[in-house]
Nanobody
């Protein structure tokens, strides 16, 4: 399994930008698809974005399409979530997760390693 650590969360104004990072340990990172999920207070965890193990496929929730961009740098064992023009409704704890040889699934059940999460708060 791969161990994941999220970073880059914090307070951002609506319309600004923020970049989250998901760093992984292990030499097999490039064989994992990475997904970003989020959970707002009192709500279920939901899919945000994912990138396939080879980086050629990406998948986005409709709510973030056109505003968020997921990318990966296998040399740094890191996946990024660039959040542009965030909205207050994007406020949540953001988690990254790993899916062995995955193709950017939006299903939580496909992911078997999870990070601890990073808080993102968007002020209006």
């Amino acid at each position: 399994q791969v161990q994941l650590v999220e970073s880059g969360g914090g307070l951002v104004q609506a319309g600004g930008s923020l970049r989250l990072s998901c760093s992984a340990s292990g030499r097999t990172f490039s064989s994992y698809a990475i997904g970003w999920f989020r959970q707002a207070p009192g709500q279920e965890r939901e899919f945000v974005a994912a990138i396939s193990w080879h980086g050629r496929l990406t998948n986005y929730a409709d709510s973030v399409k056109g505003r968020f961009t997921i990318s990966r740098d296998n040399a740094k064992n890191t996946v990024y979530l660039q959040m542009n023009s965030p909205k207050p409704e994007d406020t949540a704890v953001y988690y990254c997760a790993a899916d062995w040889m995955g193709l950017s699934s939006s299903r939580e059940s496909d992911y078997d390693s999870w990070g601890q999460g990073t808080q993102v708060t968007v002020s209006s």
